[in-house]
């Protein structure tokens, strides 16, 4: 089946520590995303890559970093510079249009991340 | 600057009312695109409709229309006969532009809860 996976779906922080949320996809888009959702809010972007080894900042930025190595692949470290990590993490991809339309992104399950 | 508001935080009914879910958003943008997506309790977000700012057209699925007005810079959706499966969050979002550009990034809303009961 194609879709897009998240793991783990829970993640345990303590303070100090470095973690990594690994997002897969095999729809074979080329744009992946990062949100980050706090409870009662909407979705704020993290991070996004339109095309493999390039990525570019979102909204709330500091305290992350990601890499895109593969086109299927798009994991986020939280570092210890986060100081509230405590949130549900989102991954997305899309194809990227030719023509510059904005496409559909579509998502993976979430992880959710608890500091000890 | 571009927005989404959905100022219905939380929304409760019974089943089998009509319930409107509403959107309003701010772009100067001639050429967006707008979305709605459903995040039930398991937390994945699914997607629901994409529409083009040049098709005002409303659109109908199932239980489910949108009316898309440009006027009011709207996009309401409402869910017909609703049922407990629906009960969910619901996000609206908007395409991020610069110039005549997309950005590839989405704007979202609050998102509205909707609460569906027996």
């Known amino acids: 089946d194609g879709g897009i996976t998240q793991s783990p779906k829970y993640l345990f922080r303590k303070e100090g520590q470095n973690v990594t949320l690994s997002c897969e996809q095999n729809l074979n888009h080329d744009a992946m995303y990062w949100y980050r959702q706090d409870p009662g809010q909407g979705l704020r972007l993290i991070y996004y890559?339109?095309?493999?080894?390039?990525?570019q900042k979102g909204d709330i930025a500091e305290g992350y970093s990601v890499s895109r190595e593969k086109k299927e692949s798009f994991p986020l470290t939280v570092t210890s510079a986060q100081k509230n990590p405590t949130a549900f993490y989102l991954c997305?991809?899309?194809?990227?249009?030719?023509?510059?339309?904005?496409?559909?992104?579509?998502f993976g399950p979430g992880t959710r991340l608890l500091v000890l | 600057a571009q927005k989404v508001t959905q100022a219905q935080t939380e929304i409760s009914v019974v089943e089998k009312e009509d319930v409107t879910l509403d959107c309003v958003y701010e772009t100067r943008d001639t050429t967006y695109y707008l979305f709605w997506y459903k995040q039930p309790p398991s937390g994945e977000l699914v997607f629901l409709i994409r529409r083009n700012s040049f098709d005002e057209q409303n659109e109908i699925s199932g239980r489910y229309s949108w009316n898309f007005q440009k006027s009011t810079s709207s996009f309401n959706f409402t869910i017909t006969a609703s049922q407990v499966v629906d009960s969910a969050v619901y996000f609206c979002a908007l395409s991020e532009s610069i110039g005549s550009s997309n950005t590839g990034k989405l704007i979202f809303g609050q998102g509205t809860t909707l609460q569906v009961k027996p």
């Open positions: 890559s339109q095309i493999v080894n390039d990525f």
């Open positions: 997305a991809s899309s194809i990227v249009s030719l023509d510059r339309d904005q496409e559909t992104q579509y």
